[in-house]
């Protein structure tokens, strides 16, 4: 088993790392699993169509909201009704919005991975004194996140 696989429920951040990407990219999980630490292409792909699908609806609102109000404060005009009619100049402030908000998402996911790895590789390391295998996991671990087994 890959220690660096997480076996927790998806973050709000994670999901919103998805849904982004997903616009962008489609259907290419692998794509998608190389932002996405911890997830493989295989459940990224059963998570969008288990889980994501029912909320797609909400979260394009949510983005959608997002968009406007930060489009809004950066053009003199006013926006038209649907946001895939913008002019090229409003279209690359959108896609640089949307871009921030991928990194913001990414900066938090890598701040929770690194707290989900830290905390996995000292239960593995508890777990040394049964299991010689679960040290070698552990090693891995510490190892891959730059961090003092002590």
Known sequence: MNPKIKKIGWSKEEEWILYLMHRGNGNKWAE????LEGRTDNTIKNHWNSS????????AKTLE?????????????PLPTKLDHLDDQALQIKTEIETHLLKKYMEEVEKQNKDYFE?????LLEMRKHDAVSL???????????????
Do not use: G
Request: proline fraction near 2%; charged fraction near 35%.
């Open 32 to 35: 998608i699993a190389k932002v």
């Open 136 to 150: 070698a996991t552990a090693n891995l671990l510490f190892k891959s996140l730059n961090i003092n087994m002590e």
């Open 52 to 59: 994501m699908k029912k909320k797609l609806l909400d979260m």
């Open 119 to 123: 905390a996995k590789a000292r239960d």
């Open 65 to 77: 909201l997002f968009l406007r109000e930060n489009l809004s404060k950066r053009l003199p005009d």
